[in-house]
């Protein structure tokens, strides 16, 4: 079972289920030719595709085109059914950053032939986060910067605000449609400004006030 670590403590959690919204950032949506969603798009990673700050990111030999996608990710704290607003906003823990690796060209395969694409999000070590910071200790106000470089090139820069669907109100629609458990991860999507990256580069995240990470692809 994976643990995840807190800034400033010594205090783990073990990590149940990894819930993941897509196009939840209108000009990544737009840069992949989809259409803006009406409301969040939903898939799953297990517990055994995550990683950490400071771990190497195993690009898949069946796989020619792997990309970066930095997340905004939630911890909850508690379990959680049918939330309401303020219950929503209570079940959040902690943050941290993360990075959500995509295997574009599997995932497109697949997409074109109608079927799940599943294997091009759930590959070992394709969910990165680094240390949470409890929200105890610090309360999102969505003006915080997230961002990614690439061999110190940045290539994903916005504002938390950007985000279509906010982190109370994905964890109401989600709790509405499976009970959200003490323990789960919420990567909450990716801004604008994926792209492929390859074996031997370096990979930077940060979102202000929270955390960084730094992985390397090999």
């Given at each position: 079972?994976?643990k995840?670590?807190?800034?400033n403590s010594?205090?783990?959690e073990t990590?149940?289920?990894?819930?993941?919204?897509?196009?939840?950032?209108a000009?990544?949506?737009?840069e992949?030719?989809?259409?803006?969603?009406?409301?969040p798009?939903?898939?799953?990673?297990?517990a055994s595709?995550?990683?950490?700050n400071?771990d190497?990111i195993?690009?898949?030999?069946?796989s020619?085109?792997?990309?970066?996608?930095v997340?905004?990710?939630?911890?909850?704290g508690?379990d959680?059914?049918n939330?309401d607003d303020e219950?929503?906003?209570?079940a959040?823990?902690a943050?941290?950053?993360?990075?959500?690796?995509t295997l574009?060209d599997?995932?497109?395969?697949?997409?074109s032939k109608?079927?799940?694409w599943t294997?091009?999000k759930?590959?070992?070590?394709?969910?990165?986060?680094?240390?949470?910071?409890?929200?105890?200790e610090?309360?999102l106000?969505g003006?915080?910067?997230?961002k990614?470089s690439?061999?110190?090139?940045?290539?994903?820069h916005a504002?938390l605000?950007?985000m279509i669907?906010s982190?109370?109100?994905?964890?109401?629609?989600?709790?509405?449609r499976?009970?959200?458990?003490?323990?789960?991860?919420?990567?909450?999507?990716?801004?604008?400004?994926v792209?492929?990256?390859?074996?031997?580069?370096?990979?930077?995240?940060?979102i202000?006030n929270?955390?960084s990470?730094?992985n390397?692809?090999?």
């Open positions: 079972m994976k995840i670590q807190f800034k010594s205090q783990t990590v149940g289920k990894i819930v993941c919204v897509g196009r939840n950032y000009e990544h949506a737009e992949l030719g989809n259409e803006i969603p009406e409301f798009l939903i898939f799953l990673k297990p595709s995550l990683i950490f400071g190497n195993i690009h898949p030999s069946y020619d085109e792997m990309h970066n996608e997340e905004l990710v939630l911890l909850i508690s959680i059914k939330a219950s929503a906003e209570n959040i823990a943050y941290t950053v993360g990075l959500d690796m574009r599997i995932q497109s395969k697949s997409k109608g079927h799940p294997l091009a759930c590959f070992d070590t394709s969910a990165v986060v680094s240390d949470f910071k409890l929200k105890s610090y309360k106000t003006d915080e910067k997230i990614l690439v061999n110190g090139i940045q290539k994903q504002s605000f950007q669907f982190p109370a109100e994905l964890v109401k629609y989600i709790s509405a499976m009970t959200l458990e003490k323990g789960d991860l919420i990567f909450t999507g990716t801004p604008a400004g792209g492929k990256v390859n074996r031997g580069d370096i990979l930077t995240a940060e202000e929270i955390a990470l730094e390397k692809i090999i």
